[in-house]
């Protein structure tokens, strides 16, 4: 789906633009305009990275919470070219954290941002893929991207395979990946760089041959390190083992976390400069005095431990259970 169309009359005064609340504009030559946009950049993004971004196409692969969380910012920033693949539409429940006004749910997620960012750069090419990542259109979305955002669902099962679709065919085509995981208020971020030989599929820690049958409190465990997992969420875990919760708390502020590490990184790796392969920023715990930090770390640790010997019980119970002959297994 491409953008939407525009009045392509012209003039030495530049070009107009109807707006989404129907007011007509006429704005400057299209660098002229740029030059306007992305004024404010200037000592601190270098004149030649600026055009670099503003070349360089971007494929956001989810527009919930984290992949929402840089589209507003990359445009501003001064990105041109993005393509948005998200197959879901919003929902009240995505209120607390994504970028949902009331008149936007029950629409596709990817078709708002389209129109929304024509408010702020009409310019802007930016295309909608509004099935997602599919086996269809995977490779010619990667191969035309210099940078990609993994921003695809890690909550519910049926996304995990397109999301190794994703890292499968990004590591085929040389193509960086930046992936970002909210909990609580730690923001988990990942940048996989696929230019270099050595860098395996999601590291390695999911096969090809297993993703189809994984749940996704799996994959967390294999993609999510131990360190990562702050406190606050492990009361929630808990449930989530013992089937008493099926959904999965997040919060807007470690949503924004991720486009506020994912966009200077993105610079960094269009640069070719050399970017940390895992940061983990835990909002919670920087801001707590501390003593406070002191308590809540031996807290977290004897729940991490618990934790643990938890998940452990319920896969061996698990595979006891598959295990088990047909006729002995619970109804």
């Known amino acids: 789906m491409t953008s939407p169309s525009i009045d392509d009359s012209t003039s030495n005064k530049g070009q107009s633009f109807t707006l989404t609340n129907g007011k007509q504009v006429t704005l400057p030559p299209h660098d002229e305009f740029y030059a306007r946009l992305v004024t404010r950049n200037r000592g601190v993004i270098p004149e030649d990275e600026q055009q670099r971004l503003r070349r360089s196409m971007i494929l956001v692969a989810?527009?919930?919470?984290?992949?929402?969380?840089?589209?507003?910012?990359?445009?501003?920033?001064?990105?041109?070219?993005?393509?948005?693949?998200?197959?879901?539409?919003?929902?009240?429940?995505?209120?607390n954290r994504q970028a949902v006004r009331i008149q936007d749910v029950d629409r596709n997620k990817a078709e708002v941002f389209q129109e929304r960012m024509r408010d702020i750069?009409?310019?802007?090419?930016?295309?909608?893929?509004?099935?997602?990542?599919?086996?269809?259109?995977?490779?010619?979305?990667?191969?035309?991207?210099?940078?990609?955002?993994?921003?695809?669902?890690?909550?519910?099962?049926?996304?995990?395979?397109?999301k190794y679709m994703l890292h499968e065919q990004a590591k085929r085509y040389r193509v960086p990946v930046l992936a970002g995981y909210d909990l609580a208020g730690l923001q988990l971020f990942y940048v996989y760089d696929y230019r270099k030989d050595s860098t395996e599929v999601l590291n390695g820690k999911v096969t090809a041959d297993e993703i189809d049958e994984?749940?996704?409190?799996?994959?967390?465990?294999?993609?999510?390190?131990?360190?990562?997992?702050?406190?606050?969420?492990?009361?929630?875990?808990?449930?989530?083992?013992?089937?008493?919760?099926?959904?999965?708390?997040?919060?807007?502020?470690?949503?924004?976390?991720?486009?506020?590490?994912?966009?200077?990184?993105?610079?960094?790796?269009?640069?070719?400069?050399p970017v940390k392969s895992r940061v983990i920023l835990d909002i919670q715990s920087a801001i707590r005095p501390l003593p406070a930090r002191a308590a809540v770390l031996a807290k977290r640790l004897w729940g991490l431990y618990n934790l643990n010997n938890e998940w452990r019980g319920s896969r061996k119970a698990a595979a006891k259970q598959s295990a088990a002959p047909a006729a002995t297994r619970p109804a």
């Open 121 to 162: 750069n009409p310019y802007a090419d930016i295309t909608v893929e509004p099935h997602g990542i599919t086996e269809e259109n995977v490779a010619r979305l990667v191969r035309a991207s210099a940078i990609i955002i993994d921003a695809v669902d890690v909550t519910t099962k049926a996304p995990l395979k397109a």
């Open 214 to 273: 994984m749940e996704p409190l799996v994959y967390q465990r294999r993609v999510v390190p131990i360190a990562a997992m702050p406190y606050e969420i492990i009361p929630e875990l808990f449930r989530q083992l013992r089937g008493q919760s099926s959904g999965f708390p997040q919060i807007v502020y470690t949503a924004h976390l991720f486009g506020v590490l994912a966009l200077p990184a993105a610079l960094d790796v269009l640069a070719g400069r």
């Open 62 to 95: 989810g527009c919930g919470s984290v992949g929402g969380a840089v589209i507003e910012p990359f445009v501003r920033l001064g990105a041109e070219r993005l393509t948005l693949a998200e197959p879901d539409t919003f929902d009240w429940h995505n209120m």
